[in-house]
């Protein structure tokens, strides 16, 4: 699917099944931008059981533009809430596409709040400071932090950069308040525990950023 909803149990739906089983009420609509990721998170359901090519997420080619664009104009907008760029992999690999929509999105419905979903690693991947690139287009950007220390993150991460992924990820955070009204770091519930938790949110608060705790998903 190139967008969805999402549902209790942590179920991907197309729309039409979502307000078939939901006929009231706004959600949010999902852009599944791509399959491609640089991390490897141990915790990431992509890695903890066959869901690859089984999942209604998994993309077998490489999606076009415009086929992303037929999608969103498809999509039953008077429904929609919010706009999210996250899917089965990390957005910013296809940064391109991912900015060209994010544009499309706000030119269509400019009323519509957006939210990127990222490791925020796309510094590193693309060798320059990005964050510019959302200006005026992105409301929220919402960055896993994951750990309190560079050796944590990488082996939860798995991050292909190495533990230099840590600092570029939290200098990401920091580029991006320039241009970004809501700069979020998250952290799993469950992956960690309360200490771990407590110096996430020390290392938010001395950062001025918010902290999230997102809930596990193990199915």
Not at 71 to 95: N, S
Not at 105 to 134: A, C, M, Q
């Given at each position: ?83 999210v760029f996250c ?49 005026g287009v992105l ?81």
């Amino acid at each position: 699917m190139l967008v969805y909803a999402t549902h209790e149990g942590g179920r991907y739906l197309p729309f039409a099944e979502s307000l078939r089983i939901q006929p009231e009420g706004k959600r949010n609509l999902y852009v599944n931008v791509t399959n491609e990721c640089n991390c490897a998170c141990t915790f990431c359901l992509r890695n903890m059981k066959k869901m690859a090519e089984e999942s209604s997420l998994w993309l077998k080619k490489k999606p076009t533009v415009e086929e992303f664009k037929k999608a969103l104009d498809e999509a039953p907008w008077d429904y929609i809430k919010e706009v999210v760029f996250c899917g089965f992999g990390e957005p910013t690999m296809q940064l391109g596409t991912l900015v060209e929509l994010l544009h499309y999105v706000k030119e269509k419905h400019p009323e519509l709040p957006t939210r990127l979903n990222t490791n925020g690693l796309g510094e590193l991947e693309y060798g320059r400071e990005i964050s510019k690139d959302f200006q005026g287009v992105l409301d929220t950007v919402s960055i896993s932090l994951n750990a309190s220390n560079a050796q944590r993150y990488y082996a939860l991460t798995r991050a292909k950069y190495g533990e230099k992924s840590y600092q570029a990820m939290l200098d990401f955070a920091e580029h991006s308040k320039k241009y970004i009204p809501q700069v979020v770091l998250t952290i799993v519930d469950q992956v960690e525990g309360p200490d771990e938790i407590a110096r996430c949110q020390e290392i938010c608060q001395e950062r001025g950023l918010t902290l999230r705790i997102r809930p596990y998903e193990d199915n």
